[in-house]
């Protein structure tokens, strides 16, 4: 189960409102906050266009996978991709998050998953079709929290 969870990496950082309940993290984790970091630190390298910073969220031997199916290897081969597609596709966009809820698998092992939009530079809020679901597969290593797997998956209702 943990090498399918560890299969769903996603791309899309999350950023706005996050809904999560206190009942999705169970008592004594006390690790809102430090999810929250890793989050804010996506946002702020997605807006600053970093590929680099960007990564830095990601253990050394990380998976990426994004909306289209790209498939992005370690901390380096994900900085690489994503300053190529932060240069040529998604350069001044935003992400906003809608929803987000976090489940421990074990007490060193987070899946996340978030509902997410890309706003494009010079738009105010989401557009149709840029709705994202994704699943973060985070894990604490040497008291630090970061991803192991990231998969974007482009909302697309039946019969569209």
Same mark, same amino acid.
């Given at each position: 189960m943990r090498k399918l969870l560890v299969g769903m990496a996603v791309l899309v950082a999350a950023t706005g409102i996050v809904t999560a309940s206190a009942a999705a993290e169970p008592a004594g984790?006390?690790? !809102?906050?430090?999810?929250?970091?890793?989050?804010?630190? !996506?946002?702020?390298?997605?807006?600053?266009?970093?590929?680099?910073?960007f990564a830095a969220t990601?253990?050394?031997?990380?998976?990426?996978?994004?909306?289209?199916?790209?498939?992005?290897?370690?901390?380096?081969g994900i900085a690489k991709g994503m300053q190529y597609y932060f240069d040529n596709f998604i350069k001044g966009s935003k992400i906003k998050a809608i929803t987000e809820h976090?489940?421990?698998?074990?007490?060193?092992?987070?899946?996340?998953?978030?509902?997410?939009?890309?706003?494009?530079?010079?738009?105010?809020?989401?557009?149709?079709?840029?709705?994202?679901?994704n699943a973060n597969v985070l894990v604490k290593q040497r008291g630090r929290w970061l991803q192991a797997s990231f998969q974007n998956t482009r909302v697309v209702p039946l019969g569209s």
């Open positions: 984790h006390g690790d !809102q906050a430090a999810f929250d970091r890793v989050r804010d630190a !996506q946002i702020t390298a997605w807006a600053k266009g970093d590929g680099a910073a990601f253990t050394a031997d990380a998976d990426l996978i994004t909306f289209n199916g790209d498939y992005l290897k370690t901390r380096e976090v489940r421990y698998l074990e007490p060193d092992t987070v899946i996340i998953v978030r509902d997410t939009c890309l706003i494009n530079a010079g738009e105010a809020d989401c557009r149709d079709g840029s709705l994202s679901r």
